[in-house]
């Protein structure tokens, strides 16, 4: 067994929108530092935790966590469509170990995933299909959430049955840091909008675009300091950042729901998908963060990090 993990922001803008130059090398240098520290590990296995932001996963039956045995893209934002190459046997070994250890995920035998789960895949393998990949799905978009508690527990069980693997595996945590696009919220969701998030599957062509123009229209009008969502926040981001490096993550269990939110955005919940990984990781011993970049970027509504780190 050995373990390696890479987190990272994701954003569906890195596909769709042209940042200046300067900001996008600084994030394409994060990621080549990422992917050589992949490519060096060169795992057989990935285990990722990412969000879902309503494509896969609806209000008529929403897991606080979910293992897919077989998963499918969506392909929205660009991001590559199709199946990926999951190897479900694995993916139900380690449902059942995540189970004894008393917790109730849910399994999918064809989970729906969006660009949370394929971005970092995209980024570090050029394509969903090029590693076996058991998918674990985090919500992180739509209340209620599991206590922070209860994400790391999920972590360590995972990490506990990877510790019994005779493979290396590359965990993966997508998603954060602060940030607070325009995805709709339940409790405020006009009817057209409480209908999608209540069961929004294979939307049409048109009602995609309409969606996600939607988001790119916000991120252009974020970037000039005229949109209406909440300012990114690179002190709550670093203060993060600065506890997932001490590995002191109990500390997390204090975060509750409506302060992350309140501090850092709707969608900042995406760090639960750091929290699981990193506690899967802390699982096989005492880890060290090896490369960190964080850059607050309105043009990609994300307080944007990326991590890799391995066990001392
Ligand atoms: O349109 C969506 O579903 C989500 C958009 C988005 C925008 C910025 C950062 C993210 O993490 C997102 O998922
Ligand atoms: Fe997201």
Not at 139 to 148: E, G, R, T
């Amino acid at each position: 067994m050995t373990l390696a993990l890479v987190c990272m922001s994701h954003s569906p803008l890195l596909e769709v929108t042209a940042p200046p130059e300067e900001i996008q090398d600084d994030v394409d240098a994060a990621f080549a530092v990422a992917r050589k520290f992949v490519e060096d590990f060169d795992p057989d296995l990935v285990v990722s935790f990412a969000p879902d932001h309503y494509n896969g996963f609806f209000y008529e039956l929403m897991p606080p966590f979910c293992i897919g045995y077989e998963a499918l893209s969506v392909g929205d934002y660009g991001s590559e469509e199709g199946p990926l190459n999951v190897p479900t046997h694995i993916a139900k070994d380690l449902a059942q170990a995540v189970i004894d250890a008393d917790l109730d995920a849910a399994i999918s035998l064809k989970m729906e995933i969006d660009h949370g789960a394929v971005q970092p895949l995209e980024v570090l393998f050029g394509s969903i299909a090029a590693k076996p990949v058991v998918p674990i799905f985090v919500n992180s978009v739509a209340p209620p959430f599991a206590s922070m508690r209860r994400v790391r527990q999920l972590g360590t069980a995972v990490g506990n049955y990877l510790k019994t693997l005779d493979q290396k595996v590359l965990i993966i945590g997508s998603g954060g840091l602060s940030h607070d696009p325009p995805v709709p919220q339940i409790a405020t969701a006009t009817t057209e909008q409480k209908a999608m998030l209540l069961n929004g599957r294979h939307p049409t062509a048109a009602a995609r675009n309409a969606r996600q123009q939607r988001v790119i229209d916000t991120a252009a009008a974020f970037a000039k300091g005229e949109a209406n969502i909440m300012d990114l926040n690179p002190e709550w981001d670093r203060e993060f950042l600065a506890i997932i490096a001490s590995g002191d993550l109990e500390k997390l269990d204090t975060w509750t729901a409506t302060e992350m939110a309140a501090a850092a955005g709707n969608s900042a919940h995406e760090v639960r998908n750091w929290v699981a990984a990193y506690n899967a990781l802390a699982a096989a011993g005492d880890y060290r963060v090896t490369s960190e970049y964080y850059r607050p970027i309105p043009e990609f509504i994300a307080g944007f990090g990326v991590t890799t780190a391995m066990v001392k």
